[in-house]
């Protein structure tokens, strides 16, 4: 049985995808902060060997029997990177440069990385690049986290050799249920929305471009190149996504869904700028070359969504652990007042001064 470090295993990924690498026989060995505690790990706690540690600082002994690491570890989204710049090129860079020259020095070859499309993010309102790209297409991503997720894929690259085999995949707009639910992404605000307020909002018109796919599928997708024969993948960038749609088209399939299971919702458009995403990209290679395809639709995940949102009480949809940014926040407070009194409820110690 092949054992295998997951870095960021706890997380909306990662905790399906640990999942699914138990159900296929993995020995499974997680590296997680637990920044949002092990609510992710909830049917697996048991299966799986758990190291609560950051991927900046963790001792060599983690990669002790492992064959093989898969890092979906690290910051993830926008905001969350934007809000702390430093935080976000430490974990998503560094450490993974870090984490990839440790695995070679112990001999494991196979690393598999988390990256994103939204390296390939052009923006809006300029229709001549408004192309549909693939691995080779060029990028200059400028947003603090697809250009350290970018300046990861780089490093990893310049390590490619006889001894190593990184492959680097790149997901499209995740979405889908998880152990560990996030409602800051696309489909699964549109879901939460309908279910919290019966409406659906779609800002800038919904015109934006965006490729999609299930969390279900983005585990698959790991898996495959954990698997796939070293000459197909080292040193490869695959693009991970179901398909590309624009967020309106995506808004009407989703309030369709909806009204299979009984969930009646309005859409209410906004035309106004925000800062917003916009790409297309190919999913074509890793088709022909290792044969995966995305299986589910948006329809299918909404439904289920809808079906586990309600079997696993997670309808409490103000709850700040759902949504990255407003979490880490909460988190930096807490941390600001626990470093004051030294405890929740314990007295301080004598002397204790602000």
């Not at 997951?6 to 990662?14: D, R, T």
């Not at 998880?178 to 659906?200: C, E």
């Not at 398909?243 to 869904?257: D, F, P, Q, T, Y």
């Not at 906004?270 to 044969?291: E, T, W």
Request: glycine share 8%; charged share 25%.
């Amino acid at each position: 049985m092949s054992k295998v470090l997951l870095v960021g295993g706890a997380g909306y990924v990662g905790s399906v995808l640990a999942w699914e690498l138990l159900e296929r026989g993995y020995a499974v060995k997680i590296l997680d902060r637990l920044y949002y505690g092990e609510e992710g790990l909830r049917d697996v706690r048991d299966r799986v060997e758990l190291v609560v540690g950051d991927m900046r600082a963790f001792p060599a002994s983690v990669l002790d029997g492992v064959e093989a690491v898969i890092n979906v570890g690290g910051l993830s989204n926008d905001p969350t990177a934007e809000y702390n710049t430093q935080a976000n090129y430490e974990m998503n860079t560094v450490a993974t440069k870090t984490l990839a020259q440790m695995a070679r020095e112990r001999g494991i070859r196979r690393y598999v990385f988390a990256s994103s499309c939204s390296i390939y993010d052009r923006g809006v309102g300029d229709e001549e690049r408004d192309i549909l790209l693939d691995e080779e297409s060029a990028v200059h991503p400028k947003a603090a986290y697809s250009g350290s997720k970018h300046q990861a894929e780089r490093a990893l690259l310049e390590m490619v050799g006889d001894d190593f085999c990184p492959v680097i995949l790149r997901k499209g707009t995740v979405f889908g249920f998880s152990p560990r639910m996030r409602y800051d992404l696309v489909v699964n605000t549109f879901v939460k929305d309908a279910l919290s307020k019966g409406v659906i909002t779609l800002h800038y018109g919904g015109e934006m471009w965006r490729p999609l796919v299930d969390v279900r599928d983005v585990a698959r997708a790991y898996i495959t190149a954990l698997e796939a024969d070293e000459a197909k993948i080292k040193g490869q960038i695959f693009n991970v996504s179901y398909g590309n749609m624009r967020i309106s088209e995506l808004a009407l399939r989703v309030r369709e869904s909806l009204k299979e299971v009984g969930v009646k919702t309005e859409i209410k458009v906004d035309y106004g700028y925000r800062g917003i995403r916009n790409y297309r990209v190919s999913a074509a290679k890793i088709s022909s070359v290792l044969g995966f395809h995305p299986v589910v639709s948006v329809e299918e995940s909404v439904k289920d969504l809808v079906e586990k949102i309600g079997k696993y009480g997670y309808n409490d949809f103000d709850n700040p652990r759902y949504y990255n940014i407003r979490w880490m926040k909460l988190l930096e407070e807490a941390d600001r007042i626990i470093a004051v009194t030294g405890s929740v409820f314990a007295a301080p110690s004598q002397g204790t001064t602000r």
